[in-house]
Nanobody, 125 residues
Framework: QVQLVESGGGSVQSGGSLRLSCTIS?????????VSWFRQAPGKEREGVAV???????YCPDSVKGRFTISRDNAENAVYLQMNNLKPEDTAMYYC??????????????????WGQGTQVTVSS
């Protein structure tokens, strides 16, 4: 079974930074899969905030573009989300997700087969 474990969440002030980590089961090679970060705040739908494709290309939606960066370390089998200039509206539970065959829009929840349990990010004003 593929397992993803998030870490790095916490509480920060507006304008601060956090770096989230997603460690993935050995043998699930990052060069062969899509890995994304999603977030969900209370009362809101889950939304994708970043994706890295098997070839290494990345995409972020306008809501976080310029502030969030997704990256990976193939040797460590880990994916990271660097979040800078955090805002209160970024407060949410953040999840990483992975899938082998992702087509169409790359931040659809249904495109991903494996999910972590989430790490909480809280940004105070």
């Amino acid at each position: 079974q593929v397992q993803l474990v998030e870490s790095g969440g916490g509480s920060v002030q507006s304008g601060g930074s956090l770096r989230l980590s997603c460690t993935i089961s050995p043998g699930y090679m990052l060069r062969s899969v899509f890995v994304s970060w999603f977030r969900q705040a209370p009362g809101k739908e889950r939304e994708g905030v970043a994706v890295i494709q098997p070839g290494g290309s990345t995409y972020c939606p306008d809501s976080v573009k310029g502030r969030f960066t997704i990256s990976r370390d193939n040797a460590e089998n880990a994916v990271y989300l660097q979040m800078n200039n955090l805002k209160p509206e970024d407060t949410a539970m953040y999840y990483c997700a992975a899938g082998r065959r992702v087509t169409g829009y790359l931040l659809r929840m249904g495109a991903y087969n494996y999910w972590g349990q989430g790490t909480q990010v809280t940004v105070s004003s």
